[in-house]
């Protein structure tokens, strides 16, 4: 990264070392099960999402915190591309971690300790002026507000993916240019105690999300968007699963990508849509990921792309 190449995008949020352990199925409550294999990688919805939109060829720079034992974290995240010179370092505390339980259907349950994530500070976020700022929600509030206040003030376009799902702030969503949620975070953000099951329910809960684009991401159906009054859905194609674990960040990193590559949202999210279903045919969050050449063969083809 140069001072003549600023960041396309700059994704404010959260990394973790993932313990991923594979089981015939998820685990009932007082039930014990013996894991089929146990992996370990480099995860964290921000790093995720910034590794995404690195991969797929935006100038990319993540802005969080590692604990003391976090230089091979921010060393695997340099190695994808991602310009980690916004970390913060900080003494006395682990970097995050997650517990990921991945089942035969390829469905997921996670398990998270913030670690140095939750420490993160407003003053530890760099300027934010300019491409497409991206953020979660597993960063404090207080880190997420200001870190959208500020480039909402700037030039920068604001996207929020508020997961893990909170209620968001009247003056939060002021800040928001996009917001992208699943089934789950739409029911939370309309006060419905229905998780949308098909695009006609998620499109009902669209209604109740005022003043914002919004983009609904409903797994194999596809996506959701809204703009003002008019919802289009994106159909997601028809691929063999074979792990949902980073398909979200992968939706958001390429989302992200492809509007600072200057694509309107609606092109953007069908973009986004084809590189999570990329994401789902492989094992892992970022190992999965596909890259830019990838999307645009599958887009043209419909055909799933061997690995570079």
Known sequence: M???????????????????????RLPRPGETQSSC??????????????????????????????????????????????????????????????WIFVDDAAENAIVLDAGANGLL???????????????????????????????RAGDAVTVLNPAPFRPLAAATLESVDVLVVNGPELAGLAGSASVPATPDEARVLLAEVPGVEAVATLGAHGALIQRGRHVEHIPAPPVDAVETTGAGDTFCGALAAAMAGGAPLVEAAEYAVHA?????????????????????????????????
């Open 37 to 98: 294999g146990v992996t370990a990688r480099i995860g964290g919805k921000g790093a995720n999402q910034a590794v995404a939109a690195a991969r797929l060829g935006a100038r990319t720079r993540w802005c969080g915190a590692v604990g003391e034992d976090g230089e091979e974290v921010l060393a695997a995240l340099a190695a994808h591309g991602v310009d980690v010179s916004g970390a913060v370092r900080l003494p006395g505390t682990p970097t995050g971690t997650a």
């Open 276 to 308: 999570a279903a990329l994401s789902v045919t492989g094992e892992g969050a970022q190992e999965s990921m596909p890259d830019a050449a990838q999307v645009r063969e599958f887009m043209t083809t419909g055909a799933v792309p061997a690995a570079p």
């Open 2 to 24: 140069t001072a003549t190449a600023p960041p396309q995008v700059t994704v404010v949020g959260s990394v973790n070392r993932d313990i991923a352990i594979r089981l015939p």
């Open 121 to 151: 500070a407003p003053d530890h976020v760099p300027a934010l002026a300019d491409g497409v700022v991206l953020l979660q929600h597993e960063v404090p509030d207080e880190v997420t507000a200001l870190a959208l206040a500020t480039a």
